[in-house]
């Protein structure tokens, strides 16, 4: 099997009532997808969606992993529509994770190479604390807008 090239954590941060249709999460997931083509759209990796059920609306049992899936799947679906080209990334949903440090703690296994955590911008500096201590700073940031 192909070594993955890089491993990236994607934090959620809630269930929105429709991810598909929600402006603040596509523009979040929207700069991650974006900085992961650019850099490794023929290149196997690996993309932890991370985030347990924080779901507020009944019958209560999404979480913000399967939630952020549905948006890739989506994405990755017009992307490869309109180029033609598949897209080499396996997709690990982490659906128990309910706090930062519980999201970096699950990622900590799968994390290998080249390493990228992503999480929106209100935890961004917590999140870079928490996994330079964890990670021994073999950790990419790319400062999300």
Known sequence: MKEKVFSALVCGYGVPKNILNDKNYHTYLTQIFNFLF???????????????????????????????????????????????????????????????VENILYFKPLAKNKIFIFAEKTRAERIKKISKKIFKNKVNYHRLR
Request: hydrophobic share 35%; net charge positive.
């Open 38 to 100: 650019d850099r490794f759209a023929n290149t196997s990796g690996t993309v932890v969606l991370s985030g347990g059920a924080t779901d507020c609306f009944p019958p209560f049992k999404r979480t913000e992993a399967r939630e952020m899936k549905k948006w890739f799947d989506q994405k990755i679906r017009i992307v490869q529509k309109e180029t033609g080209q598949k897209i080499p990334w396996a997709f690990i949903l982490d659906n128990k994770a309910l706090s930062t």
